[in-house]
């Protein structure tokens, strides 16, 4: 199984475009996220959604969508690229509550994807 | 807004020696506590968990501490390996009904030197 996967791993933007970061996993987990991290500051929650078509806002939402028209796939649209938003961004993927020891709170991280605004 | 706070932020320990790595959390209602590790380039990996009603859990080296009263936890990583160092990452989450977030510490950098 190859898990979580996230395109592309790098890209640069220039300020005001924007583009999909893309998502899958294979491991039909109902649960998905969309995390941020910057240099010490942790991991900071964008989106989530709890299974195809439900979607709800995390932490840090501004300046980004998301959808969820499969289990599988959960891309993360930026409109209008700003140098705020340059980071590593991470999707991740969670099974139902009560499966897998910790269910929904185990989760399978990508590998990242780092974006940079210039 | 609810938070978990880390500490230290970085590490160096010497090959063979304990790393400690504190968390401590505000909410209550917290019923989980994993911890994760991440490689330079990777995504965060579950390492080790532990839930309120025990106050230790072991596996293999790394060791969870547990203290609901102090509302605080810890890990430590016995005989530390230089390919230990990682960045480690505490986090706290609520697993009743609705809950689908963990709350991510801000992370501990550890270099383990030979």
């Known amino acids: 199984n190859a898990g979580v996967t996230q395109t592309p791993k790098f890209r640069i933007l220039k300020i005001g475009q924007s583009m999909t970061l893309q998502c899958t996993q294979d491991m039909n987990h109902n649960y998905m996220y969309w995390y941020r991290q910057d240099p010490g500051m942790g991991l900071k929650l964008i989106y989530y959604s709890v299974g195809a078509g439900i979607t709800d806002k995390g932490e840090v939402p501004n300046g980004y969508n998301v959808s969820r028209s499969t289990t599988e796939d959960f891309p993360l649209r930026l409109e209008l690229a700003a140098p705020s938003q340059t980071s590593v961004y991470f999707c991740a993927s969670s099974p139902r509550r009560g499966l897998a020891g910790g269910g929904a709170n185990v989760l399978t991280f990508g590998a990242g994807s780092r974006l940079t605004v210039l | ?114």
Not at chain 2, 29 to 42: H, L, R, S, V
Not at chain 2, 62 to 76: D, V
Not at chain 2, 82 to 109: H, I, V
Request: hydrophobic share 35%.
């Open chain 2, 1 to 114: 807004q609810q938070q978990v706070k880390q500490s230290p932020q970085s590490l160096i320990v010497q090959k063979g020696g304990i790393s400690i790595i504190n968390c401590a959390y505000e909410n209550t209602a917290f019923d989980y506590f994993p911890w994760y590790q991440q490689f330079p380039g990777k995504g965060p990996a579950l390492l080790i968990a532990i839930r309120p009603d025990v106050s230790e859990k072991k596996e293999g080296r790394f060791t969870i501490s547990f203290n609901k009263s102090a509302k605080q936890f810890s890990l430590h990583i016995m005989d530390s390996q230089p390919g230990d160092s990682a960045t480690y990452f505490c986090a706290a989450a609520y697993s009743g009904a609705g809950s689908y977030q963990l709350t991510f510490g801000k992370g501990t950098k550890l270099s383990v030197i030979p």
